[in-house]
Structure formats: structure tokens, C-alpha cells
């Protein structure tokens, strides 16, 4: 079986780095699939700033960076450059994040986006939410779990 490539968007990122119990769960087992080698995981440099001005109210700043640092050996990084940010202004989309995250989607050849954004206008990338691509995989017979070793 060939490699998924996933791109998360901001929202999924920050459900694994804030562990936001809601959703913790779903964006936890994604990694498991690329810890397994049935999944490859990229984000954008670009979704760390976002989701360090969202968690700064509430977490400290030395927290919120030693997290990052810890998701680093999970998700590739796709960094933005010139060509990037013209290609998100040429979309002309009203929500230049969406823009950006679909650019650096493309860039890195991702299979799918994962995203809970319902709004998320889907660009030459097929969009998913985390609990479809886990049912996706479902399907061909792959199931993850975390396992307790203590």
C-alpha cells in the first residue's frame, strides 16, 4: 500500500499540539498511522504562529514552544517563500490562511488536506476530516490504537 501524504490544516494541528480533548483523539492517531509508515504528515510553518497567538492567552509561552519542538519529529514542515505567498494572493480567496494552507498543500504533493474547516473551498486537493481518513483506512483493513505499556 502506498504511502497517504496528509497535509493538516491549522485546526488539526492545534487539535494534537493543544490536545484539545475534543478532538485530541483523532489527530493522535494520525501520527500513529505515519509512526506505522501508512501515512506522511506535513504542516505549515505558517500554522505554528497561528496556533501560538491562540494558545498564548491561556499557556504559557515556554510551554506552547517546548510542544512544537516535540511535534517536530512528527510533521514535516512546509515553509513559505515568495512564489508561495503570490500563488495564496492569486487564489483571492477572502481567507488568506485557507489560501496559504492550500498552496503548501500543493507544494508538497499532499494527497489529502485534513481538516474540520467545513468552509474550506476545496482546490485541487481533495479535502478530509480526520475521522474520515481513519475510516478510509478502516476500509483497508488498518486499524490504530495507543497501547499502554506502563
Known amino acids: 500500500m502506498r504511502v497517504l501524504k496528509l497535509f493538516l490544516d491549522t485546526n488539526v494541528l492545534m487539535d494534537y499540539?493543544?490536545?484539545r480533548s475534543l478532538f485530541y483523539e483523532e489527530a493522535?492517531?494520525?501520527t500513529i498511522m505515519q509512526v506505522f509508515g501508512d501515512a506522511k504528515l506535513y504542516a505549515s510553518g505558517?500554522?505554528?504562529t497561528d496556533?501560538?497567538?491562540s494558545?498564548?492567552?491561556s499557556v504559557d509561552s515556554q510551554i506552547i514552544q517546548g510542544s512544537f519542538i516535540e511535534s517536530l519529529s512528527v510533521f514535516d514542515i512546509c515553509s513559505l517563500e515568495r512564489d508561495d505567498i503570490k500563488a495564496a494572493c492569486e487564489l483571492a480567496w477572502p481567507d488568506f490562511e485557507d489560501a496559504l494552507i492550500t498552496v503548501c498543500a500543493?507544494?508538497?504533493a499532499a494527497d489529502y488536506l485534513?481538516?474540520?474547516d467545513s468552509r474550506l473551498k476545496p482546490a485541487g486537493i481533495p479535502l478530509c476530516t480526520p475521522t474520515q481518513i481513519i475510516e478510509m483506512m478502516r476500509e483497508r483493513g488498518l486499524t490504530y490504537t495507543t497501547v499502554d505499556l506502563d
Open 17 to 19: 499540539i493543544a490536545q
Open 28 to 30: 493522535k492517531t494520525l
Open 46 to 48: 505558517k500554522s505554528y
Open 51 to 53: 496556533i501560538f497567538y
Open 55 to 57: 494558545m498564548k492567552k
Open 106 to 108: 500543493k507544494k508538497v
Open 114 to 116: 485534513v481538516t474540520r
